[in-house]
C-alpha cells in the first residue's frame, strides 16, 4: 500500500489538455508528476509544468514534461504535498526546503490541490516546526526574533554535506518550533515582516481541495 501515491495520482486525474500546471516538490508530488507524465505519453494531453524545485524541474524533464514560467504563463492547476494539514486547510510546509517558490506557485494558481497522506492530517498546526528561509546574514536576528515570538529554533543542517541546507535560493533554513499555533493565519503574516525572512512554510490561504491517502482509500476533502 502507498499512500502518497494513491494521492499523487488521484491529483493527476484533475489535469485537464491544456493545462499549465504548478509542479509541487516532494516524495508525494513525485508521484504526480509521474502520472502527469504517463497520461502525457499514453493520452497525448498537452500540458506544461512550471517546478517549484530543482527536484521537481529534474523530475518533469525526465518524464517529458515541457516546462514554462510565471513569466510566460498563468497557472490552472497546481499540485502539492504538506508536512501538515489541519481541518480549516492550513498548512505546515517547507519539510524539503522548497517553500518560497511553492507558495509563489501554488498561491496564484487558479486552483491548488494538496495531496497527503493519512499521517499529515492533524488538529492543530504545530507538532511539525515552521520552516523560516532566511538570508544567510540575517540568521542570528531572525532567530533571536523568532525565539521573542516564542519559538525554539535550529538552522536546519544538511545531511550529506557540512554545514547548513543552502535553499535553491541560496538562502538557510531555521526550524522554528511553536508550542502552539493559535492562528495560522496571523503568524504567517507575522513571520514574513522580521527583517531577513524570504518566506515561511505556514500556507493559510489558497487550497481548494485536500486530497489523502488512507488504508481505507482516497478521501477528498
Ligand atoms: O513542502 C514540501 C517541500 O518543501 C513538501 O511538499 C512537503 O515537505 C511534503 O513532502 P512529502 O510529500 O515528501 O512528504
Given at each position: 500500500?502507498n499512500?502518497?501515491k494513491?494521492?499523487?495520482?488521484?491529483?493527476?486525474?484533475?489535469?485537464k489538455?491544456?493545462d499549465?500546471?504548478g509542479?509541487?516538490?516532494g516524495?508525494t508530488?513525485?508521484y504526480?508528476?509521474?502520472?502527469?507524465?504517463?497520461r502525457?505519453k499514453?493520452?497525448?494531453i498537452n500540458?506544461m509544468?512550471?517546478?517549484?524545485s530543482?527536484q521537481?524541474?529534474?523530475?518533469?524533464?525526465?518524464?517529458?514534461?515541457?516546462?514554462?514560467s510565471l513569466?510566460e504563463?498563468?497557472?490552472?492547476?497546481?499540485?502539492?504535498?504538506?508536512?501538515?494539514v489541519d481541518?480549516?486547510?492550513?498548512?505546515?510546509?517547507?519539510?524539503?526546503?522548497?517553500?518560497?517558490?511553492e507558495?509563489?506557485?501554488?498561491y496564484?494558481?487558479?486552483?491548488?490541490?494538496?495531496?497527503v497522506d493519512?499521517?499529515?492530517?492533524v488538529d492543530k498546526l504545530?507538532?511539525?516546526p515552521?520552516?523560516v528561509?532566511?538570508?544567510?546574514?540575517a540568521?542570528?536576528?531572525v532567530?533571536?526574533?523568532l525565539e521573542d515570538?516564542?519559538?525554539?529554533c535550529?538552522i536546519?543542517?544538511?545531511e550529506?554535506?557540512d554545514g547548513?541546507v543552502?535553499t535553491d535560493?541560496?538562502?538557510?533554513?531555521?526550524?522554528?518550533k511553536?508550542?502552539?499555533?493559535?492562528?495560522p493565519?496571523?503568524l504567517?503574516?507575522?513571520?514574513?515582516?522580521?527583517?531577513?525572512?524570504v518566506?515561511?512554510?505556514i500556507?493559510?490561504?489558497?487550497?481548494?481541495?485536500?486530497i489523502?491517502?488512507?488504508?481505507?482509500?482516497i478521501?477528498?476533502?
Amino acid at each position: 500500500m502507498n499512500l502518497k501515491k494513491d494521492a499523487g495520482y488521484k491529483a493527476a486525474e484533475y489535469v485537464k489538455d491544456g493545462d499549465i500546471l504548478g509542479l509541487g516538490t516532494g516524495s508525494t508530488t513525485h508521484y504526480f508528476i509521474e502520472k502527469v507524465g504517463m497520461r502525457i505519453k499514453e493520452e497525448g494531453i498537452n500540458v506544461m509544468g512550471i517546478p517549484t524545485s530543482f527536484q521537481s524541474l529534474l523530475l518533469a524533464k525526465q518524464w517529458n514534461i515541457p516546462i514554462t514560467s510565471l513569466e510566460e504563463h498563468d497557472i490552472d492547476l497546481a499540485v502539492d504535498g504538506a508536512d501538515e494539514v489541519d481541518g480549516d486547510f492550513n498548512l505546515i510546509k517547507g519539510g524539503g526546503a522548497a517553500h518560497t517558490k511553492e507558495k509563489i506557485v501554488d498561491y496564484s494558481a487558479k486552483k491548488f490541490i494538496v495531496i497527503v497522506d493519512e499521517s499529515k492530517c492533524v488538529d492543530k498546526l504545530g507538532a511539525f516546526p515552521v520552516p523560516v528561509e532566511v538570508i544567510p546574514e540575517a540568521s542570528r536576528t531572525v532567530i533571536n526574533a523568532l525565539e521573542d515570538m516564542g519559538a525554539s529554533c535550529e538552522i536546519r543542517m544538511a545531511e550529506r554535506k557540512d554545514g547548513p541546507v543552502i535553499t535553491d535560493n541560496g538562502n538557510f533554513v531555521i526550524d522554528a518550533k511553536f508550542d502552539e499555533i493559535e492562528s495560522p493565519c496571523h503568524l504567517e503574516i507575522d513571520l514574513n515582516t522580521i527583517p531577513g525572512v524570504v518566506e515561511n512554510g505556514i500556507f493559510s490561504q489558497m487550497v481548494d481541495k485536500v486530497i489523502v491517502g488512507t488504508s481505507e482509500g482516497i478521501k477528498e476533502l
